[in-house]
């Protein structure tokens, strides 16, 4: 059995996504996408029940959505361009209970949001984030947070933003008024200044939902260090505690399923797996080196 894989190439000047279906031995080259004007940084998909959906965000400003309509062949759903003034650094699609929603982070220091419309139209809202620009989006993971008290609710979308003023913020979507800073949550008070980063955070991931009202997010930044912040409950702060410093810039932070493991890559060509024990410390399990893994087969 093969399964989709996308693979993207950051920094690139092709401009273009590639679609590989991969076995248990080999990589298959299944569709090239293009239609971005820019390299293109990242790329999400979106939850099978609306379909096989990919979204790409590119330097050029951009956000296009692509869906497979048959076998290896794409069609472009939706051509957001133009949806911000500087390059868009990540993308995310939101957890199905919410709809088909995307997050763009953006250096003009907006997020936008993407939502799909019963008509085929997709609306467009934005957050106003931080002046200096923000470089990656996370959406918090339905079950989250929970009301013992109205069991049936389902509670608000919630994202976390990665930003170049050093802070990462969460923000929650008043039914009323829209997006909004969550402020009982701000990740960027002075309160929290025992663990803070003094540069670019670059990724940010919102842990798989464990129990109910138990959230955690993994930040990290170019100050080598990744944060591991905790909350232990609807509208209480969170805490940051340092997982370790690393010897170069920390580009990105990746949950697993379970929630249990967090992947980590770094800027000296390093890919570490870190676990936390029953004592809360975290101890790195494994290492895996850039290019350790030969490059997919186009056969």
């Not at 330097?59 to 692509?66: C, N, P, Q």
């Not at 913020?169 to 803070?196: C, K, M, Y």
């Not at 955070?201 to 990744?226: F, G, H, I, K, Y």
């Not at 969170?238 to 992947?263: C, E, I, N, Y």
């Amino acid at each position: 059995m093969c399964f989709p894989l996308t693979l993207s190439f950051p920094r690139s000047t092709d401009r273009t996504i590639k679609i590989y279906n991969v076995s248990e031995s080999s990589y298959e080259l299944s569709a090239t996408l293009q239609g971005h004007e820019g390299p293109v940084w990242q790329v999400s998909w979106a939850h099978p029940k609306f379909g096989v959906i990919l979204a790409s965000c590119s330097f050029d400003g951009s956000v296009l959505i692509h869906r497979e309509t048959k076998p290896r062949e794409w069609s472009l759903l939706h051509a957001a361009r133009n949806l911000h003034e500087s390059s868009i650094n990540g993308i995310a699609f939101s957890p199905h209970e919410y709809g088909l929603l995307a997050a763009a982070a953006s250096s003009d220091g907006r997020v936008s949001i993407l939502e799909h419309e019963p008509n085929n139209s997709w609306n467009v809202q934005y957050i106003q984030d931080n002046n200096l620009g923000v470089n990656a989006v996370s959406w918090a993971p339905h079950g989250a947070y929970y009301d013992p008290a109205q069991p049936d609710r389902v509670e608000a979308p919630r994202l976390v933003t990665a930003g170049c003023d050093n802070k990462i913020r969460f923000w929650v979507r008043d039914e009323t008024t829209g997006w909004t800073q969550d402020t009982a949550t701000d990740a960027g008070s002075e309160d929290d200044a025992v663990a803070q980063h003094t540069d670019w955070v670059r990724d940010v991931a919102w842990a798989p939902s464990l129990l109910p009202n138990q959230n955690m997010v993994a930040s990290c930044s170019e100050d080598r260090t990744v944060l591991i912040w905790k909350q232990s409950g609807p509208g209480e702060a969170w805490k940051p505690t340092v997982l370790h410093r690393f010897d170069a810039p920390v580009w990105r932070v990746s949950w697993s399923v379970t929630g249990h493991l967090l992947a980590v890559s770094s800027g000296d060509s390093d890919v570490t797996l870190w676990k936390a024990g029953l004592d809360a410390k975290w101890t790195q399990m494994s290492s895996v080196e850039d290019g350790a893994v030969g490059a997919p087969s186009q056969g």
